[in-house]
Every structure is written in C-alpha cells, then in structure tokens.
C-alpha cells in the first residue's frame, strides 16, 4: 500500500513563494515516477510537473514553466514542488500523484493541499 500526503499549501500574496512537500509511504518509493497536479474550482485537473524516479528527467506545463520546480529525496520518500512568482491564477487544490507507467492514470493519489494566491 502506497500513501501520499501533501503539505505546505496555504495563502500567499501573488508574487510570493510556497514549497509543497509530499510524503510517500510505503515501499519502493523510488521505483515510481513523481507529479504534481492542480484542480481550480470549475476546472479540469491539470498536469504540472513531473520527475522521474531517479530524478534524472524532469517535466513543467508551460503554465508553470520557469516559475515552479519539481525535486525529491529518495532519501526521504518526498517529493517537493517550488513555486515561485505566483499568481492568482495559481490559486487551486494541489495534489501529488505516483505512477511507474505514465500519466494518463496514475497509480495513487494525494488527498490535496489548498494553494491560495491572493492579497
């Protein structure tokens, strides 16, 4: 059994900084390929970042290209994600996700963590 827990969301003034963690219970942490996704009410759910499991190869959205970094410590079974230069429209749910095929269905899934952007 795999469990996911996101920290770190919270409110914060647009052009301000958040990191999320995600920690991830379970074996074989590092076998499984990493993301982040975000869902904004009325909206779909939204690819953001991905790393691989040995960290060699990342992935961004152009939404979030340069601003956001996606990291993890095998070490630790986390996975983080740096956000930078936010926005109001950064503003959603945030959910972390595992996978060792690909995304279209990931294995498991966070519970969330609110992300507000806001003055």
């Known amino acids: 059994q795999v469990q996911l827990v996101e920290s770190g969301g919270g409110l914060v003034e647009p052009g301000g900084s958040l990191r999320l963690s995600c920690a991830v219970s379970?074996?074989?942490?590092?076998?499984?390929?990493m993301g982040w996704f975000r869902q904004a009410p009325g909206k779909e759910r939204e690819f953001l970042a991905a790393i691989s499991w040995s960290a060699g190869s990342t992935y961004y959205s152009d939404s979030v290209k340069g601003r956001f970094t996606i990291s993890r410590d095998n070490a630790k079974n986390t996975v983080y994600l740096q956000m930078n230069s936010l926005k109001p429209e950064d503003t959603a749910v945030y959910y972390c996700?595992?996978?060792?095929?690909?995304?279209?269905?990931?294995?498991?899934w966070g519970q969330g963590t609110q992300v507000t952007v806001s003055s």
């Open positions: 996700a595992a996978t060792k095929t690909g995304w279209v269905q990931p294995d498991y």
């Open positions: 379970g074996r074989f942490f590092s076998r499984y390929h």
